[in-house]
């Protein structure tokens, strides 16, 4: 928690989705696709799993998420693009091996037009070796 982060829009507001408080999010302003929210873990990291706390209920949230060790090279190691699955908690396992040190949330879609927020992600990982 409380790693830097930053976002494409309003990133002075990115640290709400790392705070710990469910109550705080990052709010993207917009429902545009290719939003996206970052955070950097200090570190490489061998990424387990990740769960994010979105918005509302209702939407199926469409997005992927892609990791970095430089912050400027990215990969796509989860896509939950065709994702049909409504609801705000969202878990999702990287795959084995996963090793990075920036992890980065792109919204493509939500059904309804709503927006991409951030109330909190959380993820679970182990110190490199
Ligand atoms: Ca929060």
Known sequence: MNQPTTSSTY??????G??????????????NPGNWWQVDLGQDYVLTEINTLWEYNSPVYRYYIEVS???ESFERVIDQTQNETAGRERHDVFPAG?????????????T??????????????LVAE
């Open 11 to 16: 990133p002075e507001n990115s640290w709400q």
């Open 18 to 31: 790392n705070d710990e408080s469910l109550e705080t999010a990052w709010n993207s302003g917009n429902g």
């Open 69 to 71: 060790s430089d912050g």
């Open 98 to 110: 996963t090793c990075a040190r920036h992890v980065r949330i792109t919204m493509t879609a939500a």
């Open 112 to 125: 309804g037009g709503f927006w991409m927020l951030v109330f909190n992600a959380e993820i679970i990982a």
